[in-house]
């Protein structure tokens, strides 16, 4: 219930090849558990750039998706406390769970410049789908109002997040 899911990491196979199946009807728990997945992913892929980043406007941007992803996800967890829902891991989440590993790893070999670049590539493309997959898929699917509301919300942050790193891949070119 709970998206904002920052838009961080995941590169431009994250949530394409699969990850998130076609037509698939997802039900709220499984939904929640997407879109918090989708959080820690953001997260990780933060922490990793805050340490391996060297352009300061690529590190600026790690600091503001790592700030941004760890506040929606604390009140994806408060919602669903409040709602007394338990988030139900499912095919989708345990893709981008996967793939986002993989990115991660790939991005950890670079360094300097190299990373800098794969890493804004690899958000911009994570936020395209993201958003993508939150108009086409989560927010249709979503029976609850809170949830429903939490991701259009979601989607608005992650299109600003978009833009962002879209600007930032601009300047490192």
Known sequence: MFIRFGAALAAMTLLSGGAFAENAKLTDPQIAHIAYTAGAIDIAAAKQAQSKASNKDVKAFADDMLRDHEAVNKQALDLVKKLNVTP??????????????????????????????????????????????????????????????????????????????????????
Do not use: R
């Not at 890493?119 to 086409?136: F, R």
């Open 88 to 173: 139900e891991d499912n095919a989708t989440s345990k893709a981008l769970s996967k793939q986002a590993a993989d990115k991660l790893a790939e991005l950890g070999k670079l360094s300097g410049a190299a990373y800098d670049k794969a890493y804004v590539a690899n958000e911009v493309a994570y936020h395209k789908t993201v958003d993508s997959a939150l108009e086409t898929q989560l927010i249709p699917s979503a029976s609850n109002a809170q949830l429903k509301d939490l991701l259009k919300t979601g989607l608005k942050i992650f299109q600003g997040h978009e833009q962002h790193a879209e600007h930032v891949a601009a300047e490192l070119k």
